[in-house]
């Protein structure tokens, strides 16, 4: 009933015809998530020790982790500070599973 009214209503000269509902069908597709390998992963460590404030001291971002491992051992020799954040990036890409 309110189909009817809203039709005549809005859409005035259209008829008291309905089209029918046209009919979807969807499909699942699986996908499987891959590292995307024409982008190199990021690697990153940021200093957390700190009585009342954090240090804050980031490492740069390196596609190997073995360098922000050196860069905190040298700040930890330096500071004596022992607590880090260290961050992971990457890129995904979804590809169909066939």
Do not use: N
């Not at 998530?33 to 954090?54: H, R, W």
């Not at 860069?71 to 890129?91: E, N, P, V």
Request: proline share 8%; net charge negative.
């Amino acid at each position: 009933m309110l189909l009817r009214r809203h039709q005549r209503q809005a859409h005035p000269g259209d008829g008291e015809s309905v089209a029918p509902p046209r009919r979807r069908i969807f499909r699942y597709v699986p996908y499987s998530i891959l590292q995307d390998g024409s982008a190199e992963p990021e690697y990153e460590a940021c200093c957390v020790s700190g009585d009342e404030d954090d240090c804050g001291a980031v490492s740069e971002r390196h596609p190997d982790p073995a360098e922000v491992e050196e860069w905190q051992r040298r700040h930890t020799q330096k500071t004596r500070h022992t607590r880090y954040r260290r961050s992971f990036a990457d890129y995904s890409v979804l590809e169909p599973t066939v």
